[in-house]
């Protein structure tokens, strides 16, 4: 069997809350709780679910840009999260991140030219000479010309300033990028930009891609597999074709019916999700999504459901497919549209 790129694997994160006068008080947020999944070698993974679900601290778990409380990060079988600081500088030339906001993940004091350099002189990646060279060609690939390196980031619109977040991600010819929303702060026209642009480098360099995103077009578009997140665990996942066509868990089912469909002859009656999501500082008892959920079981209210495999390549945690049954579990199975 290949070992994957990225194998991630009970993945835990939580933080303390002060709350209450002069944060006398004190919470636990369990933002995320025991999420699996692996990335093969240029592969596009998804990770979808709405606002404060835990997705994006996911992906920055995995570059430990916050440390994970429990579970193991394996890039090409290395544990990441037993890295000494030397060798984690050496892996994070290997895994990099593209930043949802453009502006704010950029210093406004520097130049391009001086953001761009930077890693690779960190790094040690040539001469100064080598490192301009390497600047100029990546500008190039994102699509922005050489003279940008000697301006800064105010004078540029958001489209481009995430093309250069682009090319500081690329600059260091990484193996796995994690784009967290990378194009949720753009006009819809420049997103289509953005996308085709990672769809290029992504099929050039033989790139893997974490697309964070709770714009499941963009997730349609992008990604191949992709995993369903709601209040720090995953519930469903599966390839793209098959979560879309024939969602299982009911949350997935609620996204996609929420979704608009890009064809103005298609006739589409938009479903509509009640209710907020709950706070990861009281999660409700048993399955989280069951206050939401049109399908709720009196099961559901007590205790989490398990793990379904319910083929090689879906799963699915939702009691509506008891644990044990597996692979005779069928999508067709789910409840309709």
């Known amino acids: 069997m290949t070992t994957p790129l990225l194998d991630v694997r009970n993945l835990s994160k939580t933080f303390v809350a002060r709350r209450g ?9 369990h933002a995320v709780s025991d ?26 778990a995995i570059l430990r840009l916050v440390e994970p409380d429990s579970g193991a990060v394996l890039l090409k079988g290395e544990d990441v999260l037993a890295a000494n600081p030397r060798r984690l500088r050496a892996l994070r030339r290997r895994m990099q991140i593209v930043f949802q906001d453009p502006y704010s993940s950029l210093n406004p004091r520097r130049t391009i030219g001086q953001t761009l350099t930077e890693p690779m002189a960190v790094h040690g990646l040539g001469s100064a000479r080598k490192i301009l060279e390497a600047v100029r060609m990546v500008l190039a690939e994102v699509g922005m010309p050489i003279d940008a390196a000697n301006k800064y980031p105010h004078e540029f619109s958001g489209g481009q300033r ?36 990672l769809r290029g480098l992504q099929q050039r360099h033989n790139l ?20 369903v997140m709601y209040l720090g665990r995953i519930v469903e996942r599966g390839p793209v074709p098959a979560i879309f066509d024939e969602p299982l868990h009911p949350y997935t089912r609620a996204l996609r019916n929420a979704s608009p469909v890009p064809d103005p002859k ?20 048993g399955c989280h999504f069951h ?47």
């Open 208 to 227: 893997s891609f974490v697309l964070i995103s709770h714009d499941l077009g963009v997730v349609r578009h992008f990604c191949s597999t992709v995993s």
């Open 35 to 60: 999420v699996s999944f692996s990335v093969a070698a240029g592969e596009a993974f998804g990770l979808v679910g709405e606002s404060g679900c835990g997705k994006s601290t996911t992906g920055r």
């Open 266 to 285: 298609a006739k589409v009656i938009m479903g509509k999700l009640e209710g907020e999501v709950a706070s990861a500082l009281s999660p409700p008892s």
């Open 162 to 197: 995430q093309r250069i977040g682009i090319a500081r991600a690329l600059v260091l010819r990484p193996e796995l990028i994690v784009a967290d929303e990378p194009v949720s702060a753009l006009d819809v026209s420049i997103q289509a930009q953005i996308l085709v642009l």
């Open 21 to 29: 006068f002069m944060g006398g008080e004190s919470a636990v947020v």
């Open 291 to 337: 206050p939401r959920c049109p399908h709720v079981m009196e099961i559901c209210r007590g205790v989490y459901p398990s793990w379904v495999q319910v083929a090689p390549d879906r799963g699915v945690a939702c009691h509506l497919y008891p644990a044990g049954i597996g692979s005779t579990v069928s999508a067709a199975a789910a409840p309709g549209r």
